[in-house]
């Protein structure tokens, strides 16, 4: 162990303990950024062959004076696959749609398995170029955190947005551009990407949100018995939404009632299999009970969600640590210490 890593673990210590100990409420968010880079700082140019193959050629973003989105993304481990193929097909539409006017391409960090994506671009991704990235050297010269991730630069290679994967990601990219080819201004740009809500609400949708709302409340106040009552009433209410169940289970880890919070997650994702929250409760749910290897799997895909949980970070950090993969620790360390750090400066000003 590095000794960076010595200093940092009793703080993650703390920090975890604290966690289950004092309540698991979700991290202050932090909009998704590079480690080398922040926005308007210039982007350098790399030098990669394709994923096709052939000799080496130098890719500088804003080239032509163009916005340039570049997509990093790897295949590997298999929960990557989905979500990075998807986003490809996206962009490579894009790609066609915008034609000259954008630079898109793809960077592939991984030495293995070029031939599925090279098969997978033939069919469904044919309008975008991939670079091939197999020592890594792009993405750790950029910083990058989580993969798939996409980069968007303006006609100047100045870095302007980092963006997640996420259910809505090709709208929020295709604004993107839009804003970036001056079509929108920047109002226009937020106006689009604005959540919708339906203000007409039944009796039954209002005392359903009433309900978890009063158990939030009694949750940061660490009145954890009536918080899951709410929670549970809720539940009764409206047995088919998710929201309640999401609540409960993490009331229920911060209680470390383990298994109680195990049965929350589960029936979160029969109601929705792909809910990043109950995949980070379940995963945290198998790590307090000692089930390292299912938690394992499921923190790590916890962990490439828009926004992971700082919980679901110092977990695999820890179980990184313990399997003595100090790189892997020690990068997720730095990502919760950021993190942490931007807790507290939100949180006095």
Request: aromatic share 10%; proline share 4%.
């Amino acid at each position: 162990m590095s000794a960076k890593a010595i200093l940092f673990f009793p703080l993650f210590c703390l920090v975890f303990t604290n966690f289950f100990t004092h309540g698991a409420q979700a991290a202050i968010g932090q909009n998704a950024t590079l480690r080398n880079y922040k926005a308007g700082d210039r982007l350098p140019a790399f030098r990669l062959p394709s994923i096709q193959g052939g000799r080496p050629e130098t890719f500088t973003p804003g080239h032509g004076k163009k916005p340039t989105l570049m997509m990093f993304f790897s295949i590997h481990p298999n929960f990557r696959k989905t979500r990075s193929l998807a986003l490809l097909s996206a962009l490579s539409d894009l790609a066609d749609k915008y034609g000259e006017s954008v630079n898109i391409i793809g960077i592939y960090c991984d030495n293995k398995d070029q031939n599925t994506v090279i098969h997978y671009m033939r069919s469904s991704a044919a309008h975008i170029k991939v670079y091939n990235d197999i020592s890594k050297a792009v993405l750790d010269n950029y910083g990058v955190f989580m993969m798939p991730l996409v980069v968007l630069t303006n006609g100047k290679g100045e870095l302007n947005e980092v963006i997640p994967y996420t259910y809505n990601i090709r709208e929020i990219i295709d604004g993107n551009i839009k804003f970036l080819l001056g079509k929108w201004t920047r109002q226009q740009l937020l106006k689009a990407l604005a959540p919708r809500t339906n203000i007409k609400r039944s009796k039954k949708e209002k005392e359903y949100i009433r309900r978890i709302n009063y158990g939030r409340i009694m949750a940061s106040k660490k009145m954890y018995s009536q918080a899951v009552r709410e929670f549970n009433t809720a539940i009764k209410i409206m047995p088919k939404v998710i929201n309640a169940y999401i609540e409960l289970g993490f009331v229920q880890i911060a209680e470390k009632k383990w298994q109680k919070a195990e049965a929350a997650f589960k029936k979160a994702q029969s109601i929705s299999k792909d809910s990043d929250n109950a995949m980070a409760g379940l995963g945290l749910s198998y790590y307090g009970q000692g089930e390292i290897k299912k938690a394992k799997k499921i923190l790590e895909n916890a962990f490439i969600a828009p926004h992971p949980r700082l919980e679901v970070i110092i977990a695999l950090a820890n179980i990184y640590e313990s399997e003595g993969n100090n790189k892997k620790a020690n990068r997720l360390n730095k990502l919760a210490v950021s993190r942490l750090m931007t807790m507290y400066e939100q949180r006095w000003k």
